[in-house]
């Protein structure tokens, strides 16, 4: 008797076995999409372990190109940059100096790899003695005067060999002005990933360790967003976008996987979240006094950035997880 009244509904079917499980799986991570973060510093054979990122160095040049080499083994071929300089002034000059560490590290690693993608960072916290992201005025940060930095520092990047130039500074009307230098410098074909949604996050302390970028006073309230804030998000995202953005990014990943989802659901082009570096760390502080389990929690939480609409994602754990699958 056809009555639907006594069919018991039992979703549990779908997972009793394994391979049930695994037909009934909705995503795969897959190395494809992970962008591994890369801190490079002046200098020969340093390899620093980040005291606050286990098992994140600093490298001088030399001592990348064997990470590379071990990670294109490992089907990684995708990577941000981070310069470390020792050269700050106020001004970030050495962010725009052929002899830069960015720019010698473009062009040594393409000549040696040149099949891999080379995102760069554009932002100028790393290069300035007061660690904020662009030029002061009076201790505060001149939006205007940064954009003709940022200008500047993006066709270098590009010039040198980057793929990808990513604002990471939050300079209203950033995206615009760096599509219109790269446009009449010859690099109309270079993409930018915007770190359109960046949040004044509490998350960020072990990278600032990791880049030697901690502003020297005061906090970048004034430039990133604040975290209570879902529509400003929309809004900024919105922006980049007639600006010319090709890829958006959220950032930080976990507390914002709303973000990443609304985004996702806005917009038509690819989103990028970046699961950054406090979020790494606290996930390998509990593992190491066995609280947690590093592999099972660390695939569970790139699949939760997947999930929430993440069609790329830049992470800490690019290597663990791609050995994990090895
Ligand atoms: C800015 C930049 C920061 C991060 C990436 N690019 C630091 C900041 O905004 O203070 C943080 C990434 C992380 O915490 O992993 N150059």
Redesign the pocket.
């Known amino acids: 008797m056809n009555n639907k009244n006594n069919i018991k509904k039992r979703p549990a079917r779908l997972r009793s076995t394994k391979s049930l499980r695994s037909l009934n799986s909705e995503l795969a991570l897959d190395t494809k999409d992970l962008i591994c973060?890369i801190f490079i510093k002046k200098g020969r054979n340093i390899k620093n372990e980040v005291e606050s990122m286990p098992d994140i160095y600093q490298f001088s040049l030399d001592m990348v190109f064997y990470e590379i080499e071990y990670l294109l083994n490992h089907n990684i071929d995708k990577f941000i940059l981070?310069g470390i300089t020792d050269k700050k002034d106020e001004f970030g000059s050495d962010a725009l100096s052929d002899s830069g560490i960015i720019q010698k590290s473009l062009k040594e690693i393409k000549k040696r790899f040149p099949e891999i993608l080379l995102i760069t960072?554009l932002?100028m916290?790393?290069y300035t003695s007061h660690g904020h992201?662009g030029i002061l005025n009076d201790g505060k940060l001149d939006n205007d005067e940064t954009l003709k930095h940022i200008q500047k520092q993006a066709v270098s990047h590009a010039d040198f060999g980057a793929d990808i130039i990513a604002p990471?500074?939050m300079i209203d009307n950033g995206v615009k002005h760096v599509r219109l230098a790269l446009d009449s410098n010859n690099h109309k074909n270079i993409p930018i990933m915007s770190?359109s949604a960046?949040f004044a996050s509490n998350?960020?302390g072990?990278?600032?360790y990791a880049?030697e970028?901690s502003p020297q006073h005061g906090d970048?309230k004034s430039y990133?967003m604040s975290y209570e804030n879902r529509k400003e998000a929309i809004k900024e995202v919105q922006l980049d976008i007639e600006e010319g953005a090709d890829i958006i990014m959220v950032?930080?990943a976990l507390s914002f996987l709303d973000i990443i989802r609304d985004v996702k659901n806005t917009v038509n082009l690819p989103v990028a979240a970046?699961n950054?570096?406090?979020e790494?760390s606290m996930v390998k502080a509990a593992s190491k006094l066995n609280w947690i389990d590093e592999a099972k929690v660390r695939h569970e939480i790139l699949t939760s950035i997947k999930r929430a609409g993440a069609d790329m994602i830049i992470t800490?754990f690019t290597k663990s997880f791609a050995e994990s699958l090895k």
């Open positions: 973060p981070f960072d932002c916290c790393e992201c990471s500074g770190y960046k998350f960020y072990p990278f600032r880049a970028s970048r990133q950032k930080p970046y950054v570096s406090g790494y800490y």
